[in-house]
């Protein structure tokens, strides 16, 4: 069974700092890896997806790296604002359509 | 291109009432799941629909939760004699078809609260 893994639990950091956000899963046969931010009581938004055959996906501030054979993915994030501040979500497929398997998550606070 | 669409976003029931939790998948979109996340709690898979077929309903309470996605219409989330653990916040999320990259969109969820 697949479990995934979000360290650190919650993070706050100056504005400005460059951050590094930690997933592990425990099955490295998964066929993407999702990032999402969620909003205190709102939805998820789709930030970066890399699938397995892939290393890396940038947006904008953001970078994502993928290890598969490690079980790892660090989810980079440049010049932090405080408009940054969510809950930062990991989220593994085992197969193209199969349903998400989620880590906890990472609560990010930016101090302005 | 209109998001995933769910309705309503806050919905209270006393316990033993239905609860019935709608979803619009993106346009052109033909995959659906429900997750839920429960206080506390991180996102569970429940069910993954295709249209008129449910394909892995694997994250699924055995008794009283059932879903669909027919023909016409929005994919319907349906819970039957609500009890006070079935407080949670309920999300959807679509994708494309099959031979693209399969990346769920979610919805905004609908938050149930049992009383």
């Known amino acids: 069974k697949q479990e995934v893994t979000q360290i650190p639990a919650a993070l706050s950091v100056p504005e400005g700092e460059n951050l590094v956000l930690n997933c592990s899963f425990t099955?490295?046969?998964?066929?993407?890896l999702q990032w999402f931010r969620q909003d205190p009581g709102k939805g998820l938004t789709s930030l970066l997806l890399?699938?397995?055959?892939?290393r890396e996906q940038t947006s904008g501030r953001l970078n994502a790296s993928l290890d598969k054979s490690s079980g790892r993915s660090t989810l980079y994030i440049a010049a932090s604002q405080p408009g940054d501040s969510a809950t930062y979500l990991c989220a593994v497929s085992g197969g193209g359509a199969d349903g998400l398997t989620f880590g906890k998550g990472t609560h990010l606070i930016i101090q302005p | 291109n209109a998001g995933v669409m769910q309705n309503p976003r806050h919905l209270v029931r006393r316990r033993g009432q239905e609860a019935r939790l709608r979803c619009s998948p993106m346009k052109g979109h033909s995959h659906v799941y429900w997750y839920r996340q429960l206080p506390e709690e991180g996102l569970k898979f429940m069910v993954y629909l295709q249209k008129e077929n449910i394909i892995d309903e694997s994250g699924m309470p055995k008794e009283r939760f059932s879903a669909e996605f027919p023909k016409e219409g929005p994919s319907i989330l349906r819970i039957q004699q609500v009890v006070r653990g079935d407080s949670a916040a309920y999300f959807c999320a679509s994708s494309p078809p099959s031979g693209q990259q399969y990346e769920q969109y979610f919805g905004p969820g609908t938050r149930l609260t049992v009383t």
């Open positions: 099955d490295s046969a998964i066929y993407n």
């Open positions: 890399i699938q397995s055959s892939q």
